[in-house]
């Protein structure tokens, strides 16, 4: 009844509303609003509604949608092509993920789509790709590190990194078990501090020449001179074989404190990022299990530098009980943060170039996917037997 008071009295004035100028329009919304409690521009739209309905144009309230849905479903091919990253990470390599598609031939979206797509702010990337993303794991792998007791052969390292250039590396291992005991595979990680560049390797057990062995196919695959390797007090990294290793090598050996795991806050990020992410919590338990993980790791490692952008903490503020942290505001990839490091060669630079110019995240993507699944079967056709 009420609401049907309220329509009578707009129509009675719609009129003389329409026709009025500004000060007699004013009149009237002073009138209308105080007789129904309206505030003015509420009334001046309940007008301007009337007026449509009038003309016979149907009432559509909100702004007029501008990401179709064409739109949502390119973003997240995208978002796929690009390790599922939150919106942070995927909006700056947005067009390079659009560019190398169109240039091989394989993008099948309309120029209006394309269009929108690439202008697409970071915040709407956020919103949308935020609906994409899955229910975080909260299963946790199994801890292994026994501490070394020549550990204090080698000089501890707190930091800080900021300075160190690239060649300086944190490295760490990942069990691939639901147990402790018995012999698993396990993932070396290498994350660079100064790039973040990640190289992954797999290896049977964690003994010493394992490791030492996952070390040398890491060093080959480095696109620059490896100069320091960063270990926990693990066994596998703290033992005379490796460190005589790094000594011909000439690479530079520290350690962190025992039971610090911030002192390697970049590998250990890396390893839920990569390994965790990547192969899952699936047991590994045969040997032929790690050299299919060492395949889909040979095709991981380029993705993951040239295609898949990180961001860099860049300030931590403890408030009270909770920390305030403070990130680049545009994410970049390693092979970019290698590109603009001053203390890589030319010649590395150059032959990253070329490299990269060869390379399509859409491939290497349905790859990465492939050689996964060669690993599951594989442990289910030889790790069967094991259990």
């Known amino acids: 009844m009420i609401m049907a008071t309220k329509n009578n009295i707009f129509q ?18 002073d009138h209308v609003c105080f007789v129904v409690g309206m505030h003015r521009k509420a ?7 009337l007026q449509m309905k009038d003309a016979g144009i149907p009432e559509r309230r909100g702004r007029s949608l501008v990401y179709t849905p064409d739109v949502t479903v390119a973003l997240k091919s995208v978002w796929e092509a690009g390790n599922e ?13 659009v560019a190398i598609p169109q240039r091989e031939g394989q993008w099948r979206y309309s120029e209006e789509t394309t269009n929108k797509l690439l202008a697409m702010s970071m915040a709407t990337v956020k919103r949308r790709v935020g609906k994409f993303l899955k229910a975080r794991r909260t299963k946790k792998g199994m801890a292994s590190t026994k501490p ?5 052969l080698v000089p501890i390292f707190m930091g800080p990194w900021k300075s160190k250039p690239p060649g300086y590396a944190q490295i760490d291992t990942v069990r691939h078990s639901d ?3 018995g012999d698993a595979v396990y993932s070396l990680n290498y994350t660079d501090a100064a790039t973040l560049a990640v190289i992954p390797r797999a290896q ?8 030492q062995h996952s070390m040398a196919e890491i060093k080959k695959r480095l696109p620059f001179p490896w100069l320091g390797a960063h270990p926990d007090t693990g066994s596998e990294f703290i033992n005379r074989f490796v460190m005589e290793w790094c000594e011909h090598e000439h690479i530079e050996l520290s ?7 911030n002192d390697n806050m970049f590998v ?19 040997v032929e299990a790690a050299d299919a993980l060492n395949l889909l790791y040979d095709v991981l490692t380029p993705y993951l530098l040239h295609f898949v952008a990180v961001r860099r903490m860049i300030e931590k503020e403890k408030l009270s009980s909770r920390y305030r942290r403070v990130y680049e505001k545009i994410a970049k990839t390693p092979y970019q943060r290698i590109l603009e490091h001053p203390a890589v060669s030319g010649e590395a630079k150059e032959k990253l170039r070329s490299e990269h110019a060869k390379l399509n995240p859409w491939i290497l993507k349905k790859e990465i996917d492939k050689r996964l699944r060669n690993v599951y079967d594989t442990q289910y056709r030889y790790g069967r037997l094991r259990l």
């Open 12 to 29: 009675e004035h719609l009129s003389a509303y329409l026709k009025g100028n500004k000060k007699e329009k004013g009149h009237i919304l």
């Open 43 to 49: 009334a001046a739209r309940k007008f301007g509604r």
């Open 85 to 97: 990253v939150c919106g942070e990470l995927l909006y700056p390599s947005i067009s390079e993920y």
């Open 148 to 152: 070394s007791h020549i550990k204090h």
């Open 179 to 181: 147990s402790a005991t």
């Open 204 to 211: 049977w057990n964690k003994g010493q020449e394992a490791t």
């Open 255 to 261: 350690r962190s404190r025992p039971s610090h795991k």
């Open 268 to 286: 250990e990020e890396r390893n839920g990022h990569v390994i965790r992410k990547t192969v899952g919590y699936i047991t590994l338990n045969c």
